[in-house]
Protein backbone atom coordinates (compact mmCIF):
# COMPACT_ATOMS: atom_id res chain seq x y z
CA UNK A 1 0.00 0.00 0.00
CA UNK A 2 1.46 3.57 -1.23
CA UNK A 3 1.94 6.16 1.55
CA UNK A 4 -0.67 8.06 0.67
CA UNK A 5 -3.47 5.24 0.71
CA UNK A 6 -2.34 4.73 4.30
CA UNK A 7 -2.42 8.74 5.09
CA UNK A 8 -6.12 7.99 3.85
CA UNK A 9 -7.20 5.36 5.20
CA UNK A 10 -5.75 6.61 8.92
CA UNK A 11 -7.71 9.78 8.35
CA UNK A 12 -10.84 7.80 7.43
CA UNK A 13 -10.79 5.90 10.57
CA UNK A 14 -10.11 8.73 12.84
CA UNK A 15 -13.29 10.23 11.07
CA UNK A 16 -14.85 7.00 11.71
CA UNK A 17 -14.13 7.12 15.60
CA UNK A 18 -14.65 10.29 16.50
CA UNK A 19 -18.05 10.53 15.15
CA UNK A 20 -18.99 7.39 17.20
CA UNK A 21 -17.52 8.66 20.22
CA UNK A 22 -19.19 12.07 19.66
CA UNK A 23 -22.51 10.07 19.22
CA UNK A 24 -22.06 8.01 22.29
CA UNK A 25 -21.21 11.14 24.54
CA UNK A 26 -23.49 13.53 22.89
CA UNK A 27 -27.15 12.69 21.51
CA UNK A 28 -26.77 8.76 21.68
CA UNK A 29 -25.54 9.02 25.64
CA UNK A 30 -29.54 7.97 26.14
CA UNK A 31 -30.40 5.68 23.61
CA UNK A 32 -27.34 3.27 24.75
CA UNK A 33 -28.49 3.59 28.71
CA UNK A 34 -31.82 2.29 27.40
CA UNK A 35 -30.93 -0.47 25.66
CA UNK A 36 -28.51 -1.73 28.40
CA UNK A 37 -31.11 -0.95 31.33
CA UNK A 38 -33.97 -2.91 29.12
CA UNK A 39 -31.36 -5.77 28.55
CA UNK A 40 -30.04 -5.88 31.73
CA UNK A 41 -34.15 -6.17 33.20
CA UNK A 42 -34.63 -8.81 30.15
CA UNK A 43 -32.37 -10.93 31.90
CA UNK A 44 -32.85 -10.51 35.49
CA UNK A 45 -36.88 -11.37 35.41
CA UNK A 46 -35.87 -14.42 32.68
CA UNK A 47 -33.25 -15.73 35.14
CA UNK A 48 -35.89 -14.78 38.31
CA UNK A 49 -38.31 -16.66 36.27
CA UNK A 50 -36.35 -19.88 35.75
CA UNK A 51 -35.07 -19.76 39.43
CA UNK A 52 -38.94 -19.31 41.45
CA UNK A 53 -40.93 -20.70 37.93
CA UNK A 54 -41.51 -24.09 40.38
CA UNK A 55 -42.57 -22.50 43.10
CA UNK A 56 -45.15 -19.80 41.43
CA UNK A 57 -46.45 -22.51 39.63
CA UNK A 58 -47.05 -24.85 42.43
CA UNK A 59 -48.43 -22.00 44.31
CA UNK A 60 -52.81 -22.31 45.51
CA UNK A 61 -53.90 -19.86 43.13
CA UNK A 62 -52.25 -21.41 40.18
CA UNK A 63 -52.73 -25.15 40.86
CA UNK A 64 -55.60 -26.71 39.65
CA UNK A 65 -57.93 -29.45 41.76
CA UNK A 66 -60.33 -31.47 40.05
CA UNK A 67 -62.95 -29.59 42.36
CA UNK A 68 -62.37 -26.55 40.82
CA UNK A 69 -63.26 -27.64 37.24
CA UNK A 70 -66.98 -26.37 36.47
CA UNK A 71 -68.89 -27.76 34.48
CA UNK A 72 -72.07 -27.65 32.50
CA UNK A 73 -75.22 -29.09 35.40
CA UNK A 74 -75.44 -32.95 34.63
CA UNK A 75 -78.90 -33.67 33.22
CA UNK A 76 -81.14 -36.27 35.14
CA UNK A 77 -80.45 -39.35 33.06
CA UNK A 78 -76.66 -39.41 34.01
CA UNK A 79 -76.12 -39.93 37.98
CA UNK A 80 -72.29 -41.16 37.45
CA UNK A 81 -69.54 -38.83 38.94
CA UNK A 82 -68.79 -37.75 35.18
CA UNK A 83 -65.92 -35.03 36.36
CA UNK A 84 -64.16 -37.90 38.50
CA UNK A 85 -64.41 -40.39 35.65
CA UNK A 86 -62.41 -37.53 33.10
CA UNK A 87 -60.04 -37.24 35.76
CA UNK A 88 -58.69 -40.44 35.18
CA UNK A 89 -57.82 -39.98 31.96
CA UNK A 90 -54.10 -40.26 31.85
CA UNK A 91 -53.51 -36.97 29.91
CA UNK A 92 -54.76 -35.18 33.12
CA UNK A 93 -52.44 -37.62 35.69
CA UNK A 94 -49.84 -35.31 37.85
CA UNK A 95 -50.19 -31.61 38.99
CA UNK A 96 -52.05 -29.46 36.68
CA UNK A 97 -51.71 -25.75 36.72
CA UNK A 98 -53.88 -23.04 35.00
CA UNK A 99 -50.24 -21.69 33.42
CA UNK A 100 -49.68 -24.47 31.39
CA UNK A 101 -49.90 -23.31 27.77
CA UNK A 102 -52.24 -26.58 26.44
CA UNK A 103 -54.22 -27.41 29.68
CA UNK A 104 -57.44 -26.00 28.19
CA UNK A 105 -56.49 -28.07 25.09
CA UNK A 106 -55.70 -31.28 27.50
CA UNK A 107 -59.11 -30.83 29.20
CA UNK A 108 -60.92 -30.85 26.20
CA UNK A 109 -59.50 -34.03 24.81
CA UNK A 110 -60.63 -35.91 28.16
CA UNK A 111 -63.76 -34.72 28.06
CA UNK A 112 -64.33 -35.31 24.42
CA UNK A 113 -63.76 -39.17 25.01
CA UNK A 114 -66.26 -39.54 27.63
CA UNK A 115 -69.63 -41.48 26.05
CA UNK A 116 -72.15 -39.33 27.69
CA UNK A 117 -70.41 -36.46 25.98
CA UNK A 118 -71.92 -34.93 22.55
CA UNK A 119 -69.42 -32.18 21.92
CA UNK A 120 -66.81 -29.88 24.29
CA UNK A 121 -68.17 -26.46 23.68
CA UNK A 122 -65.87 -24.37 25.63
CA UNK A 123 -62.96 -24.65 27.95
CA UNK A 124 -61.77 -21.55 29.63
CA UNK A 125 -59.05 -20.87 32.24
CA UNK A 126 -59.70 -18.51 34.92
CA UNK A 127 -57.37 -16.77 37.94
CA UNK A 128 -57.48 -18.38 40.61
CA UNK A 129 -57.38 -21.42 39.25
CA UNK A 130 -60.44 -22.66 38.18
CA UNK A 131 -61.79 -24.23 34.99
CA UNK A 132 -64.94 -23.63 33.21
CA UNK A 133 -65.78 -26.34 30.62
CA UNK A 134 -69.10 -25.74 28.25
CA UNK A 135 -70.73 -29.43 27.72
CA UNK A 136 -73.38 -31.04 25.17
CA UNK A 137 -74.39 -34.52 26.96
CA UNK A 138 -75.70 -37.03 24.81
CA UNK A 139 -79.69 -38.18 25.82
CA UNK A 140 -80.81 -41.94 25.93
CA UNK A 141 -83.52 -42.50 23.67
CA UNK A 142 -84.30 -46.06 23.78
CA UNK A 143 -82.79 -49.53 24.87
CA UNK A 144 -81.43 -52.14 22.66
CA UNK A 145 -82.64 -55.49 22.77
CA UNK A 146 -79.91 -58.27 22.37
CA UNK A 147 -79.36 -61.61 23.63
CA UNK A 148 -76.75 -60.07 26.04
CA UNK A 149 -79.33 -57.55 27.76
CA UNK A 150 -80.41 -54.01 27.24
CA UNK A 151 -77.85 -51.28 25.68
CA UNK A 152 -79.14 -47.83 25.89
CA UNK A 153 -78.45 -45.66 22.81
CA UNK A 154 -78.84 -41.88 21.91
CA UNK A 155 -80.61 -40.63 18.66
CA UNK A 156 -77.94 -41.01 16.46
CA UNK A 157 -76.59 -44.80 17.78
CA UNK A 158 -74.07 -44.11 20.13
CA UNK A 159 -73.80 -46.61 22.90
CA UNK A 160 -73.78 -45.06 26.25
CA UNK A 161 -73.13 -46.31 30.13
CA UNK A 162 -75.14 -48.93 30.98
CA UNK A 163 -74.53 -49.15 34.54
CA UNK A 164 -76.68 -45.69 35.03
CA UNK A 165 -80.13 -47.05 34.11
CA UNK A 166 -81.58 -49.48 36.94
CA UNK A 167 -83.87 -52.06 35.61
CA UNK A 168 -86.58 -50.18 36.57
CA UNK A 169 -85.23 -46.67 34.08
CA UNK A 170 -84.34 -49.21 31.34
CA UNK A 171 -88.01 -50.25 31.53
CA UNK A 172 -89.23 -47.03 30.89
CA UNK A 173 -87.65 -46.42 27.75
CA UNK A 174 -88.76 -47.42 24.31
CA UNK A 175 -87.38 -51.08 23.19
CA UNK A 176 -85.70 -52.21 20.00
CA UNK A 177 -85.93 -55.77 19.39
CA UNK A 178 -85.41 -58.08 16.51
CA UNK A 179 -81.36 -56.78 16.27
CA UNK A 180 -78.79 -59.81 16.07
CA UNK A 181 -75.24 -57.94 16.40
CA UNK A 182 -73.96 -57.25 19.66
CA UNK A 183 -72.21 -53.76 19.73
CA UNK A 184 -68.73 -54.19 18.51
CA UNK A 185 -67.08 -50.59 20.38
CA UNK A 186 -67.41 -49.80 24.14
CA UNK A 187 -69.37 -46.49 25.50
CA UNK A 188 -69.21 -43.63 23.29
CA UNK A 189 -68.76 -45.83 20.09
CA UNK A 190 -71.32 -45.79 17.42
CA UNK A 191 -72.81 -48.58 16.60
CA UNK A 192 -72.87 -49.86 13.04
CA UNK A 193 -76.38 -51.47 12.61
CA UNK A 194 -79.16 -49.80 10.52
CA UNK A 195 -81.71 -50.78 12.68
CA UNK A 196 -80.08 -49.67 15.81
CA UNK A 197 -80.24 -46.20 14.12
CA UNK A 198 -83.55 -45.94 12.13
CA UNK A 199 -85.21 -47.55 15.44
CA UNK A 200 -83.22 -44.58 18.01
CA UNK A 201 -84.34 -42.73 15.24
CA UNK A 202 -88.51 -43.53 15.43
CA UNK A 203 -87.97 -43.58 19.40
CA UNK A 204 -86.81 -40.03 19.54
CA UNK A 205 -89.66 -39.03 16.90
CA UNK A 206 -92.26 -40.68 19.06
CA UNK A 207 -90.78 -38.98 22.39
CA UNK A 208 -93.05 -38.54 25.36
CA UNK A 209 -96.00 -39.75 23.14
CA UNK A 210 -94.79 -43.17 23.17
CA UNK A 211 -95.94 -43.72 26.85
CA UNK A 212 -99.52 -42.29 26.19
CA UNK A 213 -100.16 -44.70 22.88
CA UNK A 214 -99.06 -47.64 25.17
CA UNK A 215 -96.32 -48.59 23.33
CA UNK A 216 -93.86 -51.51 24.03
CA UNK A 217 -90.96 -52.13 21.31
CA UNK A 218 -89.89 -50.86 17.79
CA UNK A 219 -89.16 -54.01 15.34
CA UNK A 220 -87.05 -53.95 12.43
CA UNK A 221 -88.73 -55.84 9.51
CA UNK A 222 -87.40 -57.42 6.20
CA UNK A 223 -84.56 -54.86 4.94
CA UNK A 224 -84.67 -53.58 1.22
CA UNK A 225 -81.65 -52.48 -0.29
CA UNK A 226 -80.96 -48.59 -1.80
CA UNK A 227 -84.24 -47.13 -0.79
CA UNK A 228 -82.70 -43.95 0.50
CA UNK A 229 -82.49 -40.70 -1.58
CA UNK A 230 -79.21 -38.39 -1.85
CA UNK A 231 -79.21 -38.08 2.18
CA UNK A 232 -81.54 -38.66 4.96
CA UNK A 233 -82.35 -35.93 7.51
CA UNK A 234 -83.06 -36.76 10.78
CA UNK A 235 -86.32 -36.01 12.63
CA UNK A 236 -88.23 -35.74 8.50
CA UNK A 237 -87.50 -31.53 8.92
CA UNK A 238 -84.87 -30.55 6.60
CA UNK A 239 -84.29 -28.09 8.93
CA UNK A 240 -82.19 -30.64 11.15
CA UNK A 241 -79.14 -32.12 10.46
CA UNK A 242 -78.72 -34.16 7.35
CA UNK A 243 -77.37 -37.84 7.44
CA UNK A 244 -74.76 -39.40 5.53
CA UNK A 245 -76.89 -42.16 2.67
CA UNK A 246 -77.44 -45.52 4.24
CA UNK A 247 -77.60 -48.06 0.72
CA UNK A 248 -79.52 -50.19 3.09
CA UNK A 249 -82.86 -49.66 4.98
CA UNK A 250 -85.00 -51.80 7.57
CA UNK A 251 -88.92 -51.43 7.63
CA UNK A 252 -90.17 -51.07 10.96
CA UNK A 253 -93.45 -51.61 13.04
CA UNK A 254 -94.48 -50.33 16.50
CA UNK A 255 -95.94 -52.86 18.93
CA UNK A 256 -98.40 -52.20 21.49
CA UNK A 257 -98.55 -53.50 24.98
CA UNK A 258 -101.73 -55.10 24.01
CA UNK A 259 -99.95 -56.62 20.60
CA UNK A 260 -101.34 -54.62 17.85
CA UNK A 261 -98.70 -53.92 15.08
CA UNK A 262 -98.46 -50.99 13.09
CA UNK A 263 -96.58 -50.53 10.08
CA UNK A 264 -94.63 -47.75 10.51
CA UNK A 265 -92.40 -47.46 7.64
CA UNK A 266 -88.75 -46.06 7.11
CA UNK A 267 -86.85 -44.47 9.99
CA UNK A 268 -86.54 -40.61 9.31
CA UNK A 269 -83.18 -40.64 8.70
CA UNK A 270 -83.94 -43.34 5.56
CA UNK A 271 -84.58 -40.12 3.31
CA UNK A 272 -86.98 -42.79 1.47
CA UNK A 273 -88.90 -41.67 -1.71
CA UNK A 274 -92.39 -40.86 -1.25
CA UNK A 275 -92.09 -41.47 2.58
CA UNK A 276 -94.84 -39.42 4.73
CA UNK A 277 -92.62 -37.12 7.14
CA UNK A 278 -92.41 -38.45 10.68
CA UNK A 279 -94.19 -35.46 11.89
CA UNK A 280 -97.18 -36.96 9.92
CA UNK A 281 -96.48 -40.03 11.05
CA UNK A 282 -96.91 -39.36 14.68
CA UNK A 283 -99.92 -37.03 14.30
CA UNK A 284 -101.78 -39.89 11.94
CA UNK A 285 -101.02 -42.11 15.46
CA UNK A 286 -102.13 -39.70 17.57
CA UNK A 287 -105.13 -38.60 15.93
CA UNK A 288 -105.98 -42.27 15.42
CA UNK A 289 -105.66 -42.54 19.25
CA UNK A 290 -107.88 -39.74 19.90
CA UNK A 291 -110.68 -40.99 18.18
CA UNK A 292 -110.43 -44.62 19.30
CA UNK A 293 -108.80 -44.08 23.02
CA UNK A 294 -106.29 -47.03 22.32
CA UNK A 295 -104.08 -48.70 19.01
CA UNK A 296 -105.55 -52.00 19.97
CA UNK A 297 -109.33 -53.03 18.78
CA UNK A 298 -112.18 -53.82 20.72
CA UNK A 299 -111.85 -55.62 24.05
CA UNK A 300 -108.34 -54.67 23.79
CA UNK A 301 -107.34 -57.39 21.06
CA UNK A 302 -104.63 -57.04 19.05
CA UNK A 303 -105.06 -55.98 15.46
CA UNK A 304 -102.51 -54.87 12.60
CA UNK A 305 -102.49 -51.24 11.53
CA UNK A 306 -100.55 -48.91 8.87
CA UNK A 307 -99.91 -45.80 9.43
CA UNK A 308 -99.68 -44.92 5.95
CA UNK A 309 -103.38 -45.45 5.55
CA UNK A 310 -104.56 -43.81 8.66
CA UNK A 311 -106.46 -41.02 7.96
CA UNK A 312 -104.49 -37.77 7.48
CA UNK A 313 -103.84 -35.22 10.23
CA UNK A 314 -106.26 -32.12 10.90
CA UNK A 315 -103.38 -29.91 9.66
CA UNK A 316 -102.84 -32.14 6.81
Known amino acids: ?10 KTDS ?13 GRLALIVVVL ?4 AGGTYLAWMKLKGRILGSPEYRLDPQEVEI ?8 GDLR ?3 FRDPALDGPLSIMDDDLAERIARAFARHPWV ?10 PASVQVELEYRRPVCMVEVPGGLFPVDVEGYLLPGRDFSPGEAARYPRISGVERMPIGP ?3 RWPDSKVIGGAEIAAALGPAWEAMRLQRIVPLAADPAVAAVGGVVGGDSSRRKTPRRSVEPFFALVTRGGTRILWGYAPGAGAIGELTVEEKVARLKRYLADHDTLDGRGGRRQELDVRTMPPSVAR
Do not use: N
Not at 15 to 27: I, N
Not at 38 to 41: K, L, N, Q, S, V
Not at 72 to 79: G, K, S
Open 118 to 127: AKVVRVSKHH
Open 15 to 27: AWFRGVFSWLFGP
Open 187 to 189: PGS
Open 72 to 79: TPLPDWIH
Open 1 to 10: MSAAKKRKAT
Open 84 to 86: EDV
Open 38 to 41: FAAF
